[in-house]
C-alpha cells in the first residue's frame, strides 16, 4: 500500500533535548511537508523541500530542522530552541504541479515532560 | 496574518440535512482550493478541491462553491451522516508558491 508513515505515533520530550520525527514515503512524491497543528488553529507549514537536498523554511521555522538526503524521507528534528513544542505533527507529500493535493501521514503527538 | 479564515469554529447538524462549511480568503494570487477532513489523531484527508477557473465542483454528497469576486468559498455536504462529523479544513495555494495555506479549522458535529 503506498502512503506516509510517521513514527513514533506519541513522543516525549525533556527539558533540553533534542528530538526526531520520522517521515517516510512511498509515493514517489518530489515535494515533502511538515505541518504543526495546535489546538484551535489551522495546520501551520515548518519546512518543505521540493526536491531531495534542498529544503525551504515555512512559516515557524524557528527551533526545527530538516533534512532531505533522501526522496523517501523527510525527518524532523524538534531541537531544545523551541520553547513550546508541544503539538500535533504533520507529514505530508505531493507529486507537485498546478493541481496538486496533500497527502497526510498521520501525525505524532509531541508532548513536553 | 492569517490568508485563509474560516469563521465558524463548530457546526451542528441534524443527520440527513445539509452542512454548509465556510472559508474566506484574502490573498488574490490563490489560485486552487481544497477541503480535507480530520478525525482526531490522524492525519488530514482530502476530500474535494476546485481551480479557479471554475466556480463550482461536484464529488458524490459534496460540492464546493468558489465565489472570487468576494474571495469566498463554501462546501455543501449533503446528506450529512454520522460519519461525517469530523474537523474540516480549507486550504488555498498559489500556483507561483507551492505552498499551502490553511484555515483554522471547523468542528462539524453530526446528531440523529
Known amino acids: 500500500d503506498g502512503g506516509i508513515t510517521q513514527s513514533p505515533k506519541y513522543l516525549f520530550r525533556k527539558e533540553g533535548q533534542n528530538v526526531t520525527l520520522s517521515c517516510e514515503q512511498n509515493?514517489?512524491?518530489?515535494?515533502m511537508y511538515w505541518y504543526r497543528q495546535d489546538p484551535g488553529q489551522g495546520l501551520r507549514l515548518i519546512y518543505y523541500?521540493?526536491?531531495?537536498?534542498?529544503?525551504q523554511k515555512g512559516d515557524i521555522a524557528e527551533g526545527y530542522s530538516v533534512s532531505r538526503e533522501k526522496k523517501e524521507s523527510f525527518p524532523l528534528t524538534v531541537t531544545s530552541a523551541q520553547k513550546n513544542p508541544t503539538a500535533f505533527y504533520l507529514c505530508?507529500?505531493?507529486?507537485?504541479?498546478?493541481?496538486?493535493?496533500?497527502?497526510f501521514g498521520s501525525g505524532t503527538q509531541l508532548s513536553v515532560l | 496574518d492569517q490568508q485563509v479564515k474560516q469563521n465558524s469554529p463548530s457546526l451542528s447538524v441534524q443527520e440527513g440535512r445539509i452542512s454548509i462549511l465556510n472559508c474566506d480568503y484574502t490573498n488574490s494570487m490563490f489560485d486552487y482550493f481544497l477541503w480535507y477532513k480530520k478525525y482526531p489523531a490522524e492525519g488530514p484527508t482530502f476530500l474535494i478541491s476546485?481551480?479557479?477557473?471554475?466556480d463550482k465542483n461536484e464529488d458524490g454528497r459534496f460540492t464546493v462553491f468558489l465565489n472570487k469576486s468576494a474571495k469566498h468559498l463554501s462546501l455543501h455536504i449533503v446528506p450529512s451522516q454520522p460519519g461525517d462529523s469530523a474537523v474540516y479544513f480549507c486550504a488555498a495555494k498559489a500556483d507561483s508558491w507551492g505552498k499551502f495555506q490553511f484555515g483554522a479549522g471547523t468542528q462539524v458535529v453530526v446528531t440523529p
Open positions: 505530508a507529500s505531493s507529486i507537485g504541479g498546478r493541481d496538486e493535493k496533500l497527502f
Open positions: 476546485i481551480s479557479s477557473i471554475k
Open positions: 509515493l514517489n512524491h518530489d515535494a
Open positions: 523541500s521540493q526536491i531531495v537536498n534542498d529544503f
